[in-house]
């Protein structure tokens, strides 16, 4: 048996110590750049709680206020904590389950056809496929314009418009969902192979079979999980949007807040709390089934 002797050469003292110089100038300036970093965004941090006029000794004062709330969402009118009579906690849940129900067709229709909009419109401000700068400047200010706007305010503008209800829900959340989707979308199609797309455009095919044969098949998962995350967001957003009375459950959740019925907000948070996790869990199995299908092909 033979046995391999390695040897490491040293350098003497005279070469090392300029190395080792060097090395101890680099860490040095490394920890000076990190401890000016530190030092800058602590005083960014200052000027803006300064500017916004943040105090933390009104926090802690105020934060017994907090606690307290949440102590009576536990409890009923009577006194008794809310779990020892669960039927009187849940007095109304076959309306807020039908309340859930409205919120989630809001979020669905809302996010199905924003979703549809922006897959319209992301080629369009895509520069693969859009050789004209001035349509696809156009495309992208739009999106950013329905994305800039929340949704809440949307929903203000269209109550005022069509009234009370569920259509300016759906439409502020469609206009919200086209201008987000619509800027993820545009980000798949810029880093998409375009070998199949000039292809297509070498043997004549037009603009449309570019994208609907070389552009489609590339970015469709990756749509499809956006669009689902997307729909955990709305079914969120509709439950707020629903403050200023466009459907679904936020507007007994309102109500239930002004008048001080504690254990009626408590029970409707829990739905909505259950609510959005199962669709969390469903969303996140069809999001990981379309990403393995995505890295199988």
């Not at 619509?182 to 455009?201: H, Q, S, T, Y």
């Not at 259950?274 to 379309?290: K, S, Y």
Request: proline share 3%; net charge positive.
């Amino acid at each position: 048996m033979t046995h391999s002797i390695h040897t490491v050469a040293v350098l003497p003292a005279a070469q090392l110590a300029p190395l080792a110089n060097a090395y101890g100038a680099a860490v040095a300036a490394k920890r000076r750049q990190m401890v000016l970093g530190i030092a800058v965004t602590l005083f960014a941090l200052a000027l803006a709680a300064l500017g916004a006029e943040v105090e933390p000794q009104k926090f802690w004062a105020k934060l017994g206020n907090f606690t307290d709330y949440f102590a009576r969402l536990a409890h009923l009118d009577s006194g008794a904590y809310v779990w020892t009579d669960p039927v009187e906690w849940f007095w109304g849940l076959r309306k807020w389950l039908r309340l859930i129900g409205e919120t989630m067709l809001i979020a669905y229709i809302g996010t199905f056809s924003g979703a549809l909009v922006a897959f319209c419109a992301c080629f369009m401000c895509s520069a693969n496929l859009t050789r004209s700068p001035v349509l696809r400047a156009t495309v992208r200010r739009l999106l950013e314009f329905c994305r800039t706007v929340p949704d809440l305010v949307f929903a203000l503008i269209f109550v005022v418009a069509f009234g009370l209800g569920p259509l300016p829900g759906v439409m502020a959340l469609a206009i919200h969902t086209a201008g987000a989707l619509g800027k993820l979308f545009a980000e798949v199609v810029d880093n998409i192979d375009l070998k199949p797309v000039e292809g297509i455009a070498a043997s004549g095919g037009s603009w449309f079979a570019q994208v609907r044969f070389g552009v489609v098949p590339q970015v469709l998962a990756n749509f499809t999980s956006y669009a689902l995350l997307r729909f955990e967001i709305n079914v969120r957003g509709a439950s707020v949007i629903g403050f200023v009375g466009a459907g679904g459950i936020g507007e007994d959740l309102l109500v239930s807040i002004r008048r001080f019925y504690y254990a009626d907000v408590s029970a409707i948070l829990l739905v909505i709390i259950a609510c959005v996790m199962l669709i969390d869990v469903g969303t996140e199995f069809l999001r990981h089934r379309l990403v393995r299908m995505e890295g199988a092909r």
